[in-house]
């Protein structure tokens, strides 16, 4: 079966660094997202990895392993407004999205 | 307003009476889908469409109805609700399904669609 495993939730500090994993076993990869949530609100888009290594955008960068099945999304000078939930999905051969069951994130001072 | 918007954004209801949810968006997109979103569980698509009048089964499709008659418009209809489908349901359009990455697979999602069933 296709399964993507994310931590259910992390604490992290202001002004701190924080990593968050996501391991998948998907037929087939067509691209992996990343989506952040805040509480009662939709999914927006932070980023796309399909090729491996790390893409950086601004505050928040999202690295890749194909071979091991694995990214991170690394959010860095971290706000009190990054505290949400973080979504990973990832595209199988036949283009669906199978999406993890997020990693909420609590930022405290 | 541009956008994609859902209603009800709030709906109560009892076991074995129809509800429709609401979708509509203003940028053309060509695909549509509809998710549900419980606790412990990533978003699980119920049904997507690629076009108007074409409609397809995702994961979770038993006791739920689409159409699309027109691009801008994807109702969600539950024919009986059971408890079962108390949840968050999400639209979420994007410009294509498939093909190479250029932003056009980005997911843009609508406010959701809180749906209790007594």
């Known amino acids: 079966g296709q399964n993507i495993d994310q931590p259910t939730e992390m604490t992290a500090t202001e002004g701190a660094i924080v990593q968050i994993n996501c391991t998948y076993q998907t037929s087939g990869f067509n691209g992996l997202f990343w989506y952040q949530q805040h509480a009662g609100e939709a999914p927006t888009f932070l980023s796309y990895n399909v090729l491996d290594g790390l893409e950086e955008k601004g505050r928040f960068s999202s690295f890749l392993s194909r071979s091991k099945g694995y990214s991170y999304l690394l959010l860095k000078e971290l706000q009190m407004k990054d505290s949400a939930s973080y979504l990973c999905?990832?595209?199988?051969?036949?283009?669906?999205?199978?999406w993890g069951a997020g990693t909420k994130l609590i930022i405290k001072p | 307003d541009a956008g994609i918007t859902q209603s009800p954004r709030y709906k109560i209801t009892e076991t074995g009476r129809q509800v429709t949810l609401m979708c509509h968006q203003t940028?053309?997109?060509?695909?549509m889908f509809w998710y549900r979103q419980d606790l412990g569980h990533g978003l699980r698509l119920i049904y997507y469409s690629a076009a108007a009048d074409i409609t397809d089964k995702g994961e979770v499709p038993d006791g739920y109805v689409v159409s699309r008659s027109k691009t801008e418009n994807f109702p969600l209809t539950l024919e009986s609700a059971t408890r079962s489908q108390t949840s968050v349901y999400f639209c979420?359009?994007?410009?294509?399904?498939?093909?190479?990455?250029?932003?056009?697979?980005?997911?843009?999602f609508g406010a959701g669609s809180r749906l209790t069933v007594l």
């Open positions: 999905a990832v595209m199988d051969s036949n283009y669906q999205l199978i």
């Open positions: 979420a359009s994007s410009d294509s399904g498939t093909g190479g990455f250029s932003g056009a697979n980005v997911l843009t």
């Open positions: 940028w053309s997109h060509s695909y």
